[in-house]
Protein backbone atom coordinates (compact mmCIF):
# COMPACT_ATOMS: atom_id res chain seq x y z
CA UNK A 1 0.00 0.00 0.00
CA UNK A 2 1.63 3.62 -0.61
CA UNK A 3 2.10 5.75 2.11
CA UNK A 4 0.55 8.95 1.82
CA UNK A 5 2.45 11.80 1.28
CA UNK A 6 2.27 15.45 3.00
CA UNK A 7 2.35 18.49 0.66
CA UNK A 8 5.28 20.66 1.06
CA UNK A 9 3.67 23.43 2.52
CA UNK A 10 1.34 21.76 4.24
CA UNK A 11 4.20 20.68 6.72
CA UNK A 12 6.19 24.04 6.40
CA UNK A 13 2.88 25.27 8.23
CA UNK A 14 2.29 22.01 10.74
CA UNK A 15 6.32 22.32 11.33
CA UNK A 16 5.80 26.58 12.08
CA UNK A 17 2.71 25.70 14.23
CA UNK A 18 4.77 22.92 16.72
CA UNK A 19 7.40 25.25 16.86
CA UNK A 20 5.59 28.43 17.95
CA UNK A 21 3.37 26.25 20.49
CA UNK A 22 6.67 25.08 21.72
CA UNK A 23 8.04 28.40 22.08
CA UNK A 24 4.71 29.47 24.01
CA UNK A 25 5.59 26.26 26.50
CA UNK A 26 9.27 26.97 26.97
CA UNK A 27 8.15 30.90 27.85
CA UNK A 28 5.45 30.50 30.44
CA UNK A 29 7.24 27.32 32.30
CA UNK A 30 9.86 27.90 34.76
CA UNK A 31 10.19 32.02 33.99
CA UNK A 32 7.43 34.44 35.81
CA UNK A 33 9.05 37.01 34.56
CA UNK A 34 8.26 36.53 31.15
CA UNK A 35 4.63 35.71 31.89
CA UNK A 36 4.25 39.04 34.01
CA UNK A 37 3.27 42.72 33.09
CA UNK A 38 5.74 45.51 34.49
CA UNK A 39 4.89 48.40 32.35
CA UNK A 40 1.80 49.09 34.44
CA UNK A 41 4.35 50.60 36.90
CA UNK A 42 3.85 53.66 35.13
CA UNK A 43 0.06 53.87 35.32
CA UNK A 44 0.18 55.07 38.87
CA UNK A 45 2.19 57.61 40.69
CA UNK A 46 4.19 56.86 43.96
CA UNK A 47 1.81 56.89 46.77
CA UNK A 48 0.97 60.07 48.53
CA UNK A 49 1.41 62.49 45.44
CA UNK A 50 -2.51 62.30 45.15
CA UNK A 51 -1.74 64.29 48.26
CA UNK A 52 0.49 67.13 46.83
CA UNK A 53 0.33 69.49 43.88
CA UNK A 54 1.23 68.09 40.75
CA UNK A 55 -0.01 67.72 37.09
CA UNK A 56 -0.83 63.86 37.81
CA UNK A 57 -4.37 62.66 37.71
CA UNK A 58 -4.01 60.33 40.66
CA UNK A 59 -6.79 57.34 40.73
CA UNK A 60 -9.36 57.80 43.75
CA UNK A 61 -9.15 54.10 43.81
CA UNK A 62 -5.37 53.79 44.60
CA UNK A 63 -5.35 56.90 47.20
CA UNK A 64 -2.51 56.37 49.59
CA UNK A 65 -1.58 52.79 48.44
CA UNK A 66 1.43 51.71 46.93
CA UNK A 67 1.65 49.94 43.46
CA UNK A 68 0.55 46.41 43.62
CA UNK A 69 3.55 44.84 41.93
CA UNK A 70 3.89 43.25 38.21
CA UNK A 71 1.27 40.86 37.37
CA UNK A 72 -0.56 38.27 35.39
CA UNK A 73 -2.87 40.03 32.44
CA UNK A 74 -1.91 43.23 34.19
CA UNK A 75 -3.03 46.98 32.18
CA UNK A 76 -0.35 47.92 29.48
CA UNK A 77 2.12 50.59 29.64
CA UNK A 78 1.00 54.54 30.52
CA UNK A 79 -2.66 54.89 30.77
CA UNK A 80 -3.02 52.07 28.15
CA UNK A 81 -2.06 54.19 25.24
CA UNK A 82 -2.62 57.33 27.53
CA UNK A 83 -0.57 59.62 29.62
CA UNK A 84 1.33 57.74 32.56
CA UNK A 85 0.45 58.37 36.23
CA UNK A 86 -3.20 58.20 35.74
CA UNK A 87 -3.32 60.65 33.12
CA UNK A 88 -3.20 64.54 33.04
CA UNK A 89 -5.05 66.34 35.71
CA UNK A 90 -8.43 68.10 34.63
CA UNK A 91 -7.03 71.88 35.23
CA UNK A 92 -4.11 70.94 32.66
CA UNK A 93 -6.33 70.54 30.13
CA UNK A 94 -9.57 72.40 30.70
CA UNK A 95 -12.40 70.10 32.54
CA UNK A 96 -13.06 72.19 35.81
CA UNK A 97 -15.76 73.99 37.14
CA UNK A 98 -16.14 78.00 35.56
CA UNK A 99 -15.65 81.05 37.49
CA UNK A 100 -13.88 83.86 38.64
CA UNK A 101 -12.45 84.32 42.61
CA UNK A 102 -10.20 82.22 44.40
CA UNK A 103 -11.93 79.33 45.28
CA UNK A 104 -13.66 78.73 41.63
CA UNK A 105 -12.15 78.14 37.98
CA UNK A 106 -8.94 77.02 37.27
CA UNK A 107 -6.51 75.86 39.84
CA UNK A 108 -9.37 77.45 42.66
CA UNK A 109 -8.23 77.09 46.18
CA UNK A 110 -9.78 75.60 48.53
CA UNK A 111 -8.52 75.63 52.66
CA UNK A 112 -9.54 74.69 55.65
CA UNK A 113 -10.78 76.53 58.39
CA UNK A 114 -9.01 74.34 60.99
CA UNK A 115 -5.00 75.84 59.65
CA UNK A 116 -3.39 77.82 62.06
CA UNK A 117 -1.55 81.11 60.74
CA UNK A 118 1.62 82.37 61.55
CA UNK A 119 1.69 85.98 61.57
CA UNK A 120 5.38 86.20 61.50
CA UNK A 121 6.05 84.00 59.06
CA UNK A 122 3.39 85.22 57.07
CA UNK A 123 2.19 81.31 56.42
CA UNK A 124 -0.63 79.34 56.88
CA UNK A 125 -0.17 75.72 58.02
CA UNK A 126 -2.46 72.73 57.67
CA UNK A 127 -1.63 69.52 59.20
CA UNK A 128 0.33 67.54 60.30
CA UNK A 129 -2.70 65.18 59.16
CA UNK A 130 -2.14 61.06 59.25
CA UNK A 131 -3.98 59.58 55.58
CA UNK A 132 -3.72 55.88 55.29
CA UNK A 133 -0.09 55.84 57.09
CA UNK A 134 1.09 58.83 55.62
CA UNK A 135 2.01 61.97 57.09
CA UNK A 136 0.68 65.33 55.28
CA UNK A 137 1.66 68.56 55.59
CA UNK A 138 0.87 72.25 53.71
CA UNK A 139 1.85 75.54 54.31
CA UNK A 140 -0.15 78.24 52.52
CA UNK A 141 1.43 81.65 51.87
CA UNK A 142 -1.73 83.89 50.86
CA UNK A 143 -1.17 87.66 49.39
CA UNK A 144 -3.68 90.41 48.24
CA UNK A 145 -3.62 92.26 44.54
CA UNK A 146 -1.16 94.91 46.93
CA UNK A 147 1.06 92.16 47.48
CA UNK A 148 -0.07 92.15 51.52
CA UNK A 149 0.46 88.81 53.59
CA UNK A 150 -3.60 87.41 54.34
CA UNK A 151 -4.59 84.87 56.89
CA UNK A 152 -7.01 83.23 55.29
CA UNK A 153 -8.61 83.50 51.41
CA UNK A 154 -10.88 86.69 51.09
CA UNK A 155 -13.02 86.18 48.00
CA UNK A 156 -12.74 89.74 47.26
CA UNK A 157 -8.63 90.54 47.35
CA UNK A 158 -6.58 87.46 47.45
CA UNK A 159 -4.64 87.05 44.13
CA UNK A 160 -1.64 84.51 44.72
CA UNK A 161 -1.13 81.60 46.61
CA UNK A 162 2.08 79.61 47.28
CA UNK A 163 1.09 75.97 48.46
CA UNK A 164 3.80 73.80 49.71
CA UNK A 165 3.31 70.11 50.51
CA UNK A 166 4.84 67.54 52.14
CA UNK A 167 4.28 63.60 52.42
CA UNK A 168 6.14 60.99 54.27
CA UNK A 169 5.46 57.55 55.88
CA UNK A 170 4.18 53.42 55.75
CA UNK A 171 1.50 52.40 53.79
CA UNK A 172 0.58 49.45 52.95
CA UNK A 173 -1.75 47.65 50.23
CA UNK A 174 -3.88 43.84 50.67
CA UNK A 175 -6.92 43.85 48.46
CA UNK A 176 -4.42 42.38 45.79
CA UNK A 177 -1.43 41.05 47.55
CA UNK A 178 0.55 41.96 50.39
CA UNK A 179 2.81 45.35 49.87
CA UNK A 180 4.24 47.29 52.11
CA UNK A 181 5.96 50.75 51.00
CA UNK A 182 8.06 53.75 52.44
CA UNK A 183 7.12 57.01 50.37
CA UNK A 184 8.20 60.56 50.72
CA UNK A 185 6.58 63.43 48.07
CA UNK A 186 6.72 66.66 47.83
CA UNK A 187 5.67 69.65 45.91
CA UNK A 188 5.67 73.79 45.71
CA UNK A 189 3.30 75.47 43.36
CA UNK A 190 2.09 79.08 42.97
CA UNK A 191 -1.08 80.43 41.37
CA UNK A 192 -1.52 83.82 40.91
CA UNK A 193 -4.48 86.03 39.08
CA UNK A 194 -7.05 84.36 41.89
CA UNK A 195 -8.57 87.52 42.13
CA UNK A 196 -12.16 88.36 40.65
CA UNK A 197 -10.84 91.39 38.09
CA UNK A 198 -8.30 88.94 37.16
CA UNK A 199 -8.61 87.62 33.09
CA UNK A 200 -5.95 84.99 33.32
CA UNK A 201 -3.92 82.50 36.21
CA UNK A 202 -0.60 81.76 36.25
CA UNK A 203 0.83 78.52 37.31
CA UNK A 204 4.18 77.71 38.37
CA UNK A 205 5.83 74.66 40.28
CA UNK A 206 7.21 71.21 41.22
CA UNK A 207 6.52 68.01 42.33
CA UNK A 208 8.35 65.12 43.29
CA UNK A 209 7.51 61.91 45.12
CA UNK A 210 9.58 58.13 46.13
CA UNK A 211 7.92 54.84 46.86
CA UNK A 212 10.23 51.88 47.80
CA UNK A 213 8.02 48.80 48.04
CA UNK A 214 8.42 45.05 48.61
CA UNK A 215 5.73 42.21 49.19
CA UNK A 216 3.48 40.09 47.23
CA UNK A 217 1.69 40.45 44.16
CA UNK A 218 -2.28 38.96 44.10
CA UNK A 219 -0.40 36.09 42.02
CA UNK A 220 1.76 35.43 44.83
CA UNK A 221 4.97 36.13 43.87
CA UNK A 222 7.74 38.26 45.72
CA UNK A 223 8.89 41.81 44.52
CA UNK A 224 11.32 44.61 45.54
CA UNK A 225 10.35 48.41 43.30
CA UNK A 226 11.50 51.78 43.28
CA UNK A 227 9.30 54.06 42.00
CA UNK A 228 10.09 57.74 41.11
CA UNK A 229 8.14 60.50 39.46
CA UNK A 230 8.77 64.51 39.27
CA UNK A 231 7.37 67.24 36.97
CA UNK A 232 7.73 71.27 36.70
CA UNK A 233 5.56 73.20 35.40
CA UNK A 234 6.70 76.62 34.10
CA UNK A 235 4.20 79.76 32.96
CA UNK A 236 0.63 77.98 32.33
CA UNK A 237 -1.51 80.99 31.46
CA UNK A 238 -4.95 80.09 31.29
CA UNK A 239 -7.80 82.28 30.67
CA UNK A 240 -10.73 82.77 32.75
CA UNK A 241 -14.29 82.80 32.21
CA UNK A 242 -17.47 83.00 34.42
CA UNK A 243 -19.69 80.85 31.85
CA UNK A 244 -17.32 78.33 30.50
CA UNK A 245 -14.29 76.24 30.49
CA UNK A 246 -10.80 77.34 28.83
CA UNK A 247 -7.77 76.02 28.37
CA UNK A 248 -4.00 76.60 28.85
CA UNK A 249 -2.84 78.73 25.94
CA UNK A 250 0.96 78.78 27.28
CA UNK A 251 3.51 77.14 29.10
CA UNK A 252 5.00 74.07 29.40
CA UNK A 253 4.81 70.99 31.63
CA UNK A 254 7.89 68.63 32.02
CA UNK A 255 6.81 64.78 33.47
CA UNK A 256 9.45 62.51 34.21
CA UNK A 257 8.67 58.61 35.59
CA UNK A 258 10.71 56.16 36.64
CA UNK A 259 10.65 52.34 38.09
CA UNK A 260 13.03 49.56 38.76
CA UNK A 261 11.67 46.34 40.02
CA UNK A 262 13.18 42.77 40.87
CA UNK A 263 10.71 39.50 40.71
CA UNK A 264 12.09 37.12 43.04
CA UNK A 265 14.20 34.66 41.34
CA UNK A 266 14.48 37.20 38.30
CA UNK A 267 16.65 39.60 36.63
CA UNK A 268 15.78 43.44 37.53
CA UNK A 269 13.98 45.80 35.67
CA UNK A 270 13.74 49.09 34.41
CA UNK A 271 11.64 51.32 32.76
CA UNK A 272 11.75 55.15 32.65
CA UNK A 273 9.77 57.73 31.05
CA UNK A 274 9.25 61.66 29.86
CA UNK A 275 6.54 63.61 28.75
CA UNK A 276 6.50 67.07 27.78
CA UNK A 277 3.35 69.58 26.94
CA UNK A 278 3.49 72.79 25.06
CA UNK A 279 0.69 75.14 25.07
CA UNK A 280 0.41 77.91 22.52
CA UNK A 281 -2.96 79.02 22.45
CA UNK A 282 -4.47 76.32 20.14
CA UNK A 283 -6.66 73.71 21.10
CA UNK A 284 -4.13 71.43 20.34
CA UNK A 285 -1.15 70.90 23.08
CA UNK A 286 2.10 69.18 22.04
CA UNK A 287 3.79 66.56 23.16
CA UNK A 288 7.23 64.71 22.95
CA UNK A 289 7.22 61.52 24.89
CA UNK A 290 10.65 59.84 25.18
CA UNK A 291 10.28 56.24 26.90
CA UNK A 292 13.67 54.28 27.33
CA UNK A 293 15.62 56.29 25.22
CA UNK A 294 13.33 56.01 22.53
CA UNK A 295 11.57 59.84 21.54
CA UNK A 296 8.10 60.51 19.39
CA UNK A 297 6.08 63.24 18.39
CA UNK A 298 2.26 63.61 19.82
CA UNK A 299 -0.69 65.90 20.16
CA UNK A 300 -3.11 66.27 22.40
CA UNK A 301 -6.35 67.95 21.74
CA UNK A 302 -7.97 69.82 24.53
CA UNK A 303 -10.01 69.53 26.51
CA UNK A 304 -10.19 65.79 27.39
CA UNK A 305 -8.09 64.88 24.58
CA UNK A 306 -5.83 61.54 24.38
CA UNK A 307 -2.37 61.73 22.77
CA UNK A 308 -2.35 61.25 19.68
CA UNK A 309 1.28 60.08 18.13
CA UNK A 310 2.71 60.01 14.26
Not at 188 to 216: C, I, M, Q, Y
Request: charge should be positive; include cysteine.
Amino acid sequence: MARARLHPTLLAIAFGTLTALGACRTDNVGSPANALSFESALNTTPSGMEYASSSYAAAASDSGMPWGGPRRGGPGGPGAGGLMGGGLDGHFLGTFTPGRGPGRGPFGIHIDSTCVFAAGAGELTCGPNTRNGLTVTTIYTITSTAGAAQSKIDTLTTNAVRSRTTVSGTTTRSRDGSVTATVSSRSDRTVTGLAPSSTERTVNGTSFGTESASGTNRDGNKFTATRTAADTTVGLVIPISATSTTYPKAGTVTRVMSATTTLEGSATKSTSRREVLTYDGTATAKLIITENGTTKNCTVALPRGRPSCS
